[in-house]
């Protein structure tokens, strides 16, 4: 069995929320260790330490020691909480692994050969990763540290399956008992829509001037020069009367 990380340890008596804030003042973590052969276990894990391994992948995809009491215990990561509004770890679920039990837990997989793939290289296409992980089935010294898909032979518009990707010996995947979903594909990149406001702003301009109201506009200012040599000699004509009858 390979063990990846190792994680100190210490057991844990006091019991609610206010012992687990104590805890977590004094830089403690509450953790539970279950399965396995033995009953469950309440523990203590350091936070500085789970701080520097949680950014890490493989340590939710390897099999660990929890060292309690100077006595290591294989497990793997089933759950961490974190704080929703700071970058602390709030609690942790481990699960005890035996060795000669098959285990599921979730591995990544890693896409290779994207930029050589002739969907992409020639063929202007871009790639959709439409599964990023996957729980796999096997006994403990059969545990890969993740899976891995060639997309080097990939054309524009082909896919490749969950049951594409490559396991090694001894490792199943479950889900495909079943489905078999798209893990990865290659298409064309999408062109983009015309933005919501834009779109009303030239149908709001559309409306406001209309394409029959300049003819309109340009009879109705011929007619009313038309009428200003009429003014002019109505006036002309109705002075001169007005001198008669002095």
Do not use: W
Not at 11 to 26: E, F, I, M
Not at 45 to 50: F, I, P
Not at 52 to 74: D, M, R
């Amino acid at each position: 069995m390979r063990i990846t990380f190792q994680v100190g340890a210490d057991p844990r008596h006091d019991q609610g929320k206010g012992a687990s804030r104590r805890l977590r003042r004094a830089g403690k973590v509450p953790a539970v260790l279950y399965g396995g052969d033995g009953e469950p276990r309440n523990i203590t894990l350091d936070h500085q330490q789970l701080l520097t391994l949680i950014g890490n992948e493989k340590f939710y995809s390897s099999i660990i020691s929890v060292n309690v009491e100077a006595q290591g215990q294989p497990a793997i990561v089933r759950d961490v909480q974190m704080h929703p509004a700071r970058n602390a770890v709030v609690h942790v679920d481990l699960q005890r692994v035996l060795e000669n039990e098959k285990l599921k837990i979730h591995l990544p997989i890693h896409f290779k050969g994207e930029a050589v793939a002739p969907g992409v290289k020639t063929q202007g296409g871009i790639v959709s990763h439409l599964i990023q992980d996957v729980e796999v089935s096997c006994l403990p010294k059969d545990l890969p540290e993740f899976l891995e898909l060639d997309l080097s032979g990939m054309n524009l518009n082909e896919t490749l399956h969950l049951s594409d990707v490559p396991l090694p010996a001894g490792v199943t995947l479950p889900e495909l008992a079943h489905r078999n979903p798209v893990a990865v594909s290659v298409h064309s990149p999408r062109v983009a829509e015309p933005e919501p406001e834009a779109v009303a702003a030239v149908a709001e301009g559309a409306v406001a001037v209309p394409a029959t109201a300049a003819p309109a506009a340009t009879e109705g200012a011929a007619a009313a020069k038309k009428e200003e040599p009429k003014k002019e000699e109505a006036k002309k004509e109705a002075a001169p009367k007005k001198e008669g009858k002095k």
